[in-house]
């Protein structure tokens, strides 16, 4: 089992940043990829980015274009997304994901664990 606690959610304004976290905790963090994904009100939920235990990445870059950078700390069982020139459609739940011993992938069913999300509202 893995737990997974995100934070750093709030309100900005366009342009502005923000950097998420997610705490995991229980099964080793290390042998997890993890994800970012969001959900806006009556969309699906949409990949962002994704990490795996050895930092190679991956984006949506249709719909980050290079503004947010995922990262993670091992040694504080966290991983964080760092959101830069926020648009008003950032606007979502951001949900942190954790899948074990696998690649980096983009799919939703492909994560185990989920956390509760945490609210990004991004004015115009």
């Known amino acids: 089992q893995v737990q997974l606690v995100e934070s750093g959610g709030g309100l900005v304004q366009a342009g502005g940043s923000l950097r998420l976290s997610c705490a995991a905790s229980g099964r080793s963090f290390n042998s997890n990829t993890m994800g970012w994904f969001r959900q806006a009100p009556g969309k699906e939920r949409e990949f962002v980015a994704a990490?795996?235990?050895?930092?190679?990445?991956?984006y949506n870059f249709d719909s980050v274009e290079g503004r947010f950078r995922i990262s993670r700390d091992n040694a504080k069982n966290t991983v964080y997304l760092q959101m830069n020139s926020l648009k008003p459609e950032d606007t979502a739940v951001y949900y942190c994901?954790?899948?074990?011993?696998?690649?980096?992938?983009?799919?939703?069913?492909?994560?185990?664990?989920w956390g509760q999300g945490t609210q990004v509202t991004v004015s115009s």
């Open positions: 994901a954790a899948r074990p011993y696998g690649a980096a992938r983009s799919t939703a069913d492909d994560y185990t664990y």
């Open positions: 990490i795996t235990s050895f930092g190679g990445t991956l």
